[in-house]
């Protein structure tokens, strides 16, 4: 199983018959080592199952059930950016001209925070001081209305 960042608090198994989903009970522990839709078990049961919204399937019924975590808070802050402070600057600029709205970025815009803004915050770049100075040399440039 893959490490978990999140806090694990139970698990929940959803119950299908006749492929309709009829309801769904919690579990302390996993039932089964693969989780959701790759983890399907197709079973007859030999108890009755209470589920949660107080439904019953009887014993001797066929079902297929789907196991799933119940997540709560992470366990370890998430890195939502994407670190290239170890681009080398000319490696970073190769990178940022792939994307479309970039190169149209340098040519249109005429304010480079704006850039910038669109480097780090959509695109989720982490980049160095001196890596943004040779960005905004090559769009000083490009070429631009004035």
């Known amino acids: 199983?893959?490490?978990n960042i999140f806090k694990i608090h139970g698990y929940s198994v959803d119950v299908f018959v006749h492929n309709k989903l009829v309801g769904?009970?919690?579990l302390d522990e996993p039932d089964r080592e693969t989780f959701g839709y790759s983890g399907r078990k197709t079973e007859i049961i030999k108890q009755d199952i209470e589920l949660t919204n107080k439904k019953i399937v009887k014993a001797g019924t066929k079902i297929m059930s789907e196991c799933a975590p119940i997540c709560g808070r992470?366990?370890?802050p998430i890195k939502w950016k994407k670190d290239v402070t170890d681009f080398t600057n000319q490696a970073l600029l190769e990178f940022l001209k792939q994307?479309?709205?970039f190169h149209s970025l340098v040519l249109n815009c005429a304010d480079f925070s704006i850039i910038k803004?669109?480097?780090s915050g959509k695109l989720k770049l982490e980049c160095t001081d001196e890596q943004y100075l040779y960005i905004q040399a090559y769009w000083q440039t490009g070429k631009r209305p004035k």
């Open 1 to 3: 199983m893959s490490e």
């Open 117 to 119: 803004d669109y480097v």
């Open 99 to 101: 994307d479309y709205k």
């Open 24 to 26: 769904n009970y919690r």
């Open 74 to 76: 992470t366990i370890k």
